[in-house]
Nanobody, 116 residues
């Protein structure tokens, strides 16, 4: 059974940074693509960033140049470095498989709140 445990969220002022972590168990991330998603209040969940098993990355236009997805295969952990945060980045952040690939039961997510 795959488990996804996100952490690292918090309250930060606009322009600040946060680093999110997602510890994955039950599947080896080195062989699987992974992604970060977010869900803002009253909105649908959206993809933020993806990383393939080969290390290729892709980002939503709204976060390009500010967010970086990475992974540590030894720790089976996926990261999301978020810089130059904006109030519109506020939401609950989740990790999971990619939008077009295999996905798992959602974790509890981690709340990110960016104040203006």
């Amino acid at each position: 059974q795959v488990q996804l445990v996100e952490s690292g969220g918090g309250l930060v002022q606009a322009g600040g940074s946060l680093r999110l972590s997602c510890v994955v168990s039950g599947v080896y991330i080195r062989f699987n693509s992974m992604a970060w998603y977010r869900q803002a209040p009253g909105k649908q969940r959206e993809m933020v960033a993806t990383i393939t098993s080969g290390g290729d990355t892709n980002y939503a236009d709204s976060v390009k140049g500010r967010f970086t997805i990475s992974r540590d295969s030894a720790r089976n952990t996926v990261y999301l470095q978020m810089n130059s945060l904006k109030p519109e980045d506020t939401g609950v952040y989740y990790c999971n498989g990619p939008p077009t690939g295999r996905r798992y039961s959602w974790g509890q997510g981690t709340q990110v709140t960016v104040s203006s």
